[in-house]
């Protein structure tokens, strides 16, 4: 079972996300937190925060273990645009857009075994009964 991790509304242009996130696509999450961390960019913090918030998930939420997991699927859509004017000369007014994204990252990896709970009631009993007999 594959645990996901969305950053939505991330305030750079995703042409410039979809350049770092084809660095790290397919690889494990160690290697692309040292690539993220050697590349000059400003995409490559909110690919960082993303990947790590999927790895979090995992080992938290998913008891996966954190040294088997690698990246499975990123991706980077489009967000909302928002519409400005910039002042021009001769009182004109020429529109730009500023962009945002939406980073996807899906990760992937080994599960931990489950620990049972049959041993851990059995402590239990055994406490118990040591404490009685004192």
């Known amino acids: 079972m594959a645990v996901k991790a969305i950053a939505k509304g991330v ?11 084809a660095l790290v696509r397919n690889r494990s999450v160690e290697d692309a ?3 993220l961390d050697h590349t000059p960019r400003r995409s490559a913090i909110a ?3 993303v990947i790590n918030s999927a790895k979090a998930n995992a080992e938290h939420n998913h008891n996966y273990k954190p040294a088997t997991l690698h990246i499975t699927e990123i991706s980077v859509s489009p967000g909302p645009r928002i519409k400005r004017y910039r002042p021009a000369a001769r009182g004109r007014a020429l529109p730009f857009q500023r962009k945002s994204s939406h980073i996807r990252v899906v990760v992937d990896g080994e599960q931990r075994e489950a620990k049972k709970p049959a ?15 004192k």
């Open 11 to 21: 305030r750079i242009s995703p042409r410039k996300v979809a350049v770092v996130a």
């Open 33 to 35: 937190m040292t690539i």
């Open 47 to 49: 690919v960082r925060k």
């Open 119 to 133: 041993a851990v009631k059995e402590e239990v009993k055994e406490v118990k009964e040591i404490k009685e007999t």
